[in-house]
C-alpha cells in the first residue's frame, strides 16, 4: 500500500515502529520488517546475520540512482521466540544524519556500513510492504502494533510507547 500519510517518511524526519516476534531469519536469513523501496527511493529494516537465535538488524536508505546508506546494530541484538519493540527514527535532510534503532526502549549502537550519499529519491507510487515481500524476502513470525509517523519521536516517547504496550504481549 502507499499513501500520502507515508511518502518519503523520512524526508523531514520520520519514526517507524513495530513489534515483532520471529521463529527465524525468514526468507534468506533477512527477514523483511519494513520494505518502501523501488532502485531509486525509499527504505527498508530487516534482519541481518542471523546465528543460533539472534540477529542484527539492518537498516537501508535508498537515494536517487546507485546511491544508498546502510546501517546496522553492532551486535546481534533481536532475539527470536519473543516478542522485540522496534523503534526507528531517523531525518535524511542530510548525510550526516545517522538514524537511530531502538529495543525494546534502549537506543542501539550502529555501524555505518556504507556512508549516506545523493539526494533523496521520491518513494512515492511504491508500495510498503510489512512481513512478507512476494515469498521472496519473507519473515517467519508474527508483527504487530505498526506505526509510521513523519515526526522524530524522542528517546522519551519510545521509552513511554515500548512502557505501555509491552503488557500486550
Known amino acids: 500500500t502507499d499513501a500520502p500519510s507515508i511518502r518519503n517518511l523520512f ?12 521463529n527465524s531469519g525468514g526468507g534468506g536469513n533477512t527477514g523483511n520488517l519494513f520494505r518502501k523501496q523501488t532502485a531509486n527511493a525509499g527504505w ?14 539492518d537498516i537501508v536508505i535508498k537515494k536517487t540512482g546507485a546511491d544508498f546508506g546502510e546501517w546496522k546494530t553492532t551486535n546481534r541484538v ?28 534502549v537506543a542501539q549502537t ?7 550519499v545523493g539526494v533523496a529519491g521520491d518513494d512515492s507510487g511504491t508500495d510498503l510492504s510489512i ?11 508474527n508483527l504487530a502494533l505498526e506505526k509510521l509517523c513523519k515526526l522524530t519521536l524522542t528517546p522519551g516517547q519510545i521509552t513511554k510507547l515500548f512502557e505501555s504496550e509491552r503488557r500486550l504481549f
Open 131 to 141: 512481513g512478507n515481500i512476494g515469498g521472496v524476502v519473507g519473515w517467519n513470525g
Open 78 to 105: 533481536f532475539n527470536f521466540n519473543r516478542y522485540n519493540h522496534i523503534a526507528m527514527v531517523y531525518n535524511l535532510s542530510s548525510t550526516v544524519n545517522d538514524p537511530i534503532i531502538y529495543l525494546n526502549g
Open 110 to 116: 550502529l555501524t555505518e556500513v556504507t556512508a549516506p
Open 11 to 22: 524526508a523531514g524526519g520520520g519514526t517507524a515502529i513495530i513489534w515483532a516476534k520471529a
Open 44 to 57: 527498508r529494516l530487516q534482519l541481518l546475520d542471523v546465528s543460533g537465535t539472534t540477529a542484527q538488524l
